[in-house]
C-alpha cells in the first residue's frame, strides 16, 4: 500500500457558518496503480487532492505514505495542475529543472534529469520556448515533464486535461498512459468526465457530490488501449453514469 487515507475530513468554518467539502474519505492507493478519482462538478475533488498534496490540513483524519503520516507538502508528492502551473518569464527547460534546482541538485546533473522527462513527454527541440510560444497541450506535456523531475513517488493530476480541446484531449490520454508505462510512478488522476476516466484508470473512485465521500469503487479489467465503444466500455459507462451525482 503506498498511500493510506483514513476517514479524512475537511469543513470550512466562517465566523458564523461551517462547510463541509470532504467527509470521512477512507481510501488505499495501490503502489505503481494508476487511480482516478471521479466526481461531479464541485464536489470537493480538489480539497481531497490538495489535502493529500498537503496544501490543505484536514479537519480529522489521517493521511499516511508508506506508513508515515504526512503533515504538509512533501515532496514524494508532485502536482499538475489544470493551468497557472508554468512561470511565464521561464524556458520549457528552466520550467522542467525549477524543483532540481531549488532542492540544490547540481547543474549538470538537473539539466540531464530535465532533458530526460522533456524528451520523454515529446518536447525536444522546444527547451529554449516560453511558454506563450507554446500549446496547451504542449504546456501541459512541460507540467507533466516537470512534476517528473521532481522524482515523486506519487504525480497528483488534477483534471489536467480540462481545458484542453477534445482532440488534444484524447492525444495526452494515451501520452500519460505511455510516460506512465514507462515511468511506474503511482498516479493519482482526477476528472470529472466519465470516459476519461474509463479509458485511464485501473480503479475508479467514485464520489458523491459535496461533501465528497467515497461512492463506489470500481475495478476497470479491461485491456488497454481501451475501446471506447467496446461494449464493456460501454456498459461500465452506463453503470458509473446511473451511479454519479448530477453536477451541483
Ligand atoms: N478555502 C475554502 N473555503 C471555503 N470553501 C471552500 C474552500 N475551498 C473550497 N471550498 C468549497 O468546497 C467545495 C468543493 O470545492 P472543490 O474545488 O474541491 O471542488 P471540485 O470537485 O474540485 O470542483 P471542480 O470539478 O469544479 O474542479 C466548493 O463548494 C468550494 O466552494
Aim: aromatic share 8%.
Amino acid at each position: 500500500m503506498k498511500l493510506k487515507l483514513r476517514r479524512v475530513s475537511k469543513t470550512f468554518t466562517g465566523p458564523k457558518t461551517a462547510f463541509a467539502a470532504v467527509d470521512q474519505i477512507d481510501l488505499d492507493v495501490y503502489d505503481g496503480e494508476f487511480l482516478v478519482i471521479l466526481g461531479p462538478g464541485l464536489c470537493g475533488k480538489t480539497v481531497l487532492l490538495d489535502m493529500i498534496a498537503g496544501l490543505e490540513e484536514p479537519t480529522k483524519g489521517e493521511i499516511c505514505l508508506d506508513g508515515r503520516e504526512l503533515h504538509g507538502p512533501d515532496r514524494a508528492i508532485g502536482m499538475v495542475f489544470q493551468k497557472k502551473a508554468l512561470l511565464p518569464w521561464k524556458t520549457v527547460m528552466q520550467n522542467v529543472e525549477f524543483g532540481p534546482r531549488m532542492a540544490g541538485v547540481p547543474k549538470g546533473e538537473r539539466r540531464k534529469t530535465a532533458q530526460k522527462f522533456i524528451d520523454l513527454v515529446g518536447l525536444t527541440g522546444f527547451e529554449k520556448s516560453y511558454p506563450h510560444q507554446i500549446s496547451g497541450g504542449m504546456k501541459q506535456r512541460v507540467g507533466i515533464a516537470r512534476a517528473y523531475a521532481n522524482n515523486p513517488e506519487i504525480l497528483i493530476l488534477d483534471e489536467p486535461f480540462g481545458a484542453l480541446d477534445a482532440q488534444t484531449r484524447y492525444s495526452m490520454q494515451d501520452e500519460i498512459l505511455r510516460i506512465w508505462k514507462a515511468e511506474k510512478k503511482t498516479i493519482l488522476f482526477v476528472t470529472n468526465n466519465i470516459e476519461e476516466a474509463l479509458y485511464l484508470g485501473d480503479r475508479i473512485v467514485l464520489l458523491s457530490k459535496c461533501p465528497a465521500m467515497v461512492k463506489e469503487i470500481y475495478e476497470i479489467g479491461l485491456p488497454r488501449p481501451r475501446d471506447m465503444v467496446s461494449e464493456g466500455f460501454l456498459k461500465l459507462r452506463e453503470r458509473i453514469s446511473d451511479n454519479m451525482d448530477l453536477s451541483v
